[in-house]
């Protein structure tokens, strides 16, 4: 069979690596930490991204190229574009590198974002809050995750700390205003070179601390707001002329507007429900997707909700895994446990994940809820 070159050797390359076996192709994964997530269940040459030799030689041995890791430098990608497939392109990669950049293309795409500036100095950022109000949200253009490079202004009083904090990233910087949403969505497309399209169902996320922790499938919004979330990833998936997954993270408003607040080029922490509760994993979709396959059926066999497993959850996880789940019997739930491999187990570092498949969402919510594994972000976001 083929082979399938890797950028990037987490969790996102394992669960690929693990889709993509059972469709016949082989995995090799470039990544600079030895025996990883992916390096346990696929070749890997262990060297930095922005090695040129490393590169060549992932290029040499695979037959199509993606990646796992938004951060490649687009030139290693360009590079690569030069030495083998790369059905992606480096264009989108660039494109949502940068919020600036990223914000510009969904609004060309004709899709509406949060009211935003670039910042550029310090009074830029003074004027931009007053014509924004309070609170607004600064970001690093480049390089943030899990909310870090941000900060939620609460008043003109914390402009110069703020610009002055995030600076150091020597990043541009936006501003945006606050969207005082009722939920957070995503909505993860796919479409192939030869331009096929579908979309996973919508999920509704639940962040604490910034991180995700719930994503709860089907979505409790409205039938109506569901089908234009729908509609407004494939306009995305299209407009910028994905290949590959495309996940779409949204605010959602009381009065059911809809706003786009970031893209991420690849399969998504907020997806991870499709591996038990689809027809079709968004692992497989993306595979399906690189390799021009036809698309698989996203569809939906049961509501479930998915849960992040941090590393302080894994020891209670492991004492519950080892003797037969009552709880789950009661509730008529089954508890689906995804474990990355990591060996070290730091406070807030994404260590797994738990799908709970249930007839409904009240009895998977029930099923996290009661173990108390996840009781410290339970009461945090349930207040
Ligand atoms: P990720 O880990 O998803 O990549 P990130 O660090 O890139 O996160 P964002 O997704 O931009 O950060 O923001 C993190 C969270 O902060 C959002 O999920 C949302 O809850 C909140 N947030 C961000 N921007 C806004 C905004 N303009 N208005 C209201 N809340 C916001
Ligand atoms: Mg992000
Ligand atoms: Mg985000």
């Not at 060996?343 to 797994?352: F, I, Q, S, T």
């Not at 409904?360 to 919510?365: D, F, G, L, N, T």
Request: proline residues 4%.
């Amino acid at each position: 069979g083929a082979t399938i070159g890797v950028l990037g050797g987490g969790q996102l390359g394992r669960m690929l690596a693990n889709a993509g076996s059972e469709l016949g192709y082989r995995f090799v994964t470039l990544d600079p930490t030895p025996n990883g997530p992916m390096g346990q269940v696929a070749e890997q040459i262990v060297a930095a991204y922005s090695d040129a030799e490393a590169a060549r030689k992932l290029a040499q041995q695979a037959d199509v190229i993606t990646y796992e890791f938004e951060n490649v430098s687009s030139e290693v990608a360009g590079m690569l574009m030069q030495e083998a497939y790369v059905p992606q392109g480096n264009q989108l990669l660039h494109t949502t590198q940068h919020r600036l950049r990223e914000k510009r293309a969904i609004e060309a795409a004709g899709v509406q974002v949060a009211p935003y500036r670039e910042i550029t100095s310090v009074e830029e950022l003074r004027q931009a809050v007053e014509q924004f109000g309070t609170p607004c949200v600064l970001k690093t253009a480049t390089g943030g995750y899990d909310g870090k490079g941000q900060w939620v202004i609460r008043s003109l009083d914390e402009v110069e700390e703020a610009f002055s904090t995030l600076s150091k990233a020597k990043t541009e910087l936006v501003l945006e205003q606050f969207i005082h949403f009722s939920k957070e969505i995503s909505v993860i497309a796919a479409r192939s070179p030869r331009g096929e399209v579908k979309v996973f169902p919508a999920a509704e996320n639940i962040h604490v601390s910034n991180i995700l922790h719930l994503s709860i499938v089907p979505a409790r919004i409205s039938d109506v707001l569901r089908a234009e979330a729908e509609q407004l990833a494939l306009k995305i998936a299209e407009g910028l002329q994905a290949v590959g997954l495309i996940a779409v993270e949204m605010f959602v408003t009381d009065d059911e507007q809809l706003y786009v607040n970031e893209l991420a080029p690849r399969p998504h922490n907020s997806g991870h429900y499709t591996m038990e509760a689809c027809l079709t994993s968004q692992f497989e979709q993306h595979v399906r997707a690189v390799c021009n396959l036809p698309l698989g059926d996203p569809s939906l066999t049961t509501p479930v909700v998915m849960v992040n497993v941090l590393g302080q959850h894994v020891e209670p996880l492991l004492d519950r895994m080892a003797t037969e789940d009552e709880l789950a019997k009661e509730l008529h739930v089954t508890a689906k446990v995804h474990l990355y491999g990591k060996a070290e187990a730091a406070h807030n570092r994404k260590m797994g994940h738990v799908n709970v498949l249930a007839s409904s969402i009240e009895q998977a919510m029930a099923w996290i809820e009661r173990t108390g594994i996840w009781k410290d972000e339970w009461s945090s976001w349930n207040k």
